[in-house]
């Protein structure tokens, strides 16, 4: 029993509860429902990407190896930092990177932001490896698989004994690529829909021109969308509870709970964010 009086945590698959699952539901389609009534099919559209967005997000964070303070020391694989702080690091820099790509239209931004994030994690893992081989004297070897499913290199060898291995194997390395590219793809994706929708509606609430209110709304879409990224690596971090190597970790296969979790934080999120329209137009 955990000291809140639930059940344990394990390494192994936690899947969601029924109930969870049914409340979740609920709340996804009421925020649907939210976003039709309040700006009829453009909300429908924004919100669900929204959630397609979010859901991105809590995925790929699954992707980024994580060690901790453990992988500091040498005594656990991934890079030395929590979960949310590094799912955070590259996929605002994806985020950053599909708004500025965003003049160039809806597909240029996308890859942009994806690229942004995956080109972050792929200098970081490099690097980590470099300070970890050249600055600490240790091999990467990982504490959950006996060889590295792409390139086949062995590691209980190379593992220290009393760590949970060290260094950041290359399917981390892959792994964590991977993971940037989707958190700035999911990033870029909020980003976007909610622009498009306050350029669309708040020219028509303040009778202004699309050129007098882009500042208000790209500021607010940004806003909005670092937010919810947050949020969403959070969330996903709750799930993973400390270290994970990348794809390969049995705690990959948590994911579906954490998706979930994003789907639903992301709806109630987001038709808060749609609703902010009503409230321009009341004041």
């Given at each position: 029993m955990s000291a809140?009086?639930?059940?344990?945590?394990?390494?192994?698959?936690q899947p969601p509860t029924t109930m969870g699952l049914a409340l979740s539901i609920v709340l996804i389609i009421v925020a649907l429902a939210l976003a039709f009534f309040l700006v009829q099919t453009a909300g429908l559209i924004a919100l669900v990407g929204i959630i397609v967005g979010g859901v991105?997000?809590?995925?790929g964070?699954?992707?980024?190896?994580?060690?901790?303070?453990?992988?500091?020391?040498?005594?656990?694989?991934?890079?030395?930092?929590?979960?949310?702080?590094?799912?955070?690091?590259?996929?605002?820099a994806g985020l950053f990177g599909g708004a500025w790509a965003a003049p160039f239209g809806f597909a240029v931004a996308l890859a942009g932001g994806?690229?942004?994030?995956?080109?972050?994690?792929?200098?970081?893992?490099?690097?980590?490896?470099?300070?970890?081989v050249f600055g600490m004297g240790i091999p990467a070897a990982s504490g959950?698989?006996?060889?590295?499913?792409?390139?086949g290199d062995t590691f209980p060898e190379y593992k220290s004994q009393g760590t949970e291995g060290h260094g950041l194997p290359f399917i981390s390395w892959v792994g964590g690529v991977i993971g940037g590219a989707l958190g700035g793809l999911g990033g870029t994706l909020i980003?976007?829909?909610?622009?498009?929708?306050?350029?669309?509606?708040?020219?028509?609430?303040?009778?202004?021109?699309?050129?007098?209110?882009?500042?208000?709304a790209?500021?607010?879409?940004?806003?909005?969308?670092?937010?919810?990224?947050?949020?969403?690596?959070v969330l996903a971090a709750y799930n993973?509870?400390?270290?994970?190597?990348g794809p390969h970790d049995p705690k990959f296969k948590r994911f579906p709970r954490a998706v979930i979790a994003a789907a639903t934080a992301s709806a109630v999120a987001g038709i808060f964010a749609i609703a902010l329209l009503e409230l321009v137009g009341v004041f």
């Open positions: 809140l009086g639930g059940p344990a945590q394990t390494g192994g698959v991105l997000i809590a995925f964070v699954h992707f980024v190896p994580v060690g901790g303070a453990p992988a500091a020391m040498g005594q656990a694989p991934g890079i030395a930092t929590g979960v949310a702080m590094l799912a955070a690091g590259a996929g605002l994806a690229v942004g994030g995956g080109l972050l994690m792929a200098i970081t893992c490099t690097m980590v490896n470099v300070i970890y959950k698989v006996a060889k590295d499913p792409i390139t980003y976007l829909e909610l622009l498009d929708i306050y350029q669309t509606q708040l020219p028509v609430i303040l009778n202004a021109t699309v050129e007098q209110i882009a500042s208000v790209i500021s607010l879409a940004g806003i909005f969308a670092v937010g919810m990224f947050l949020m969403n690596a993973i509870t400390g270290t994970i190597e």
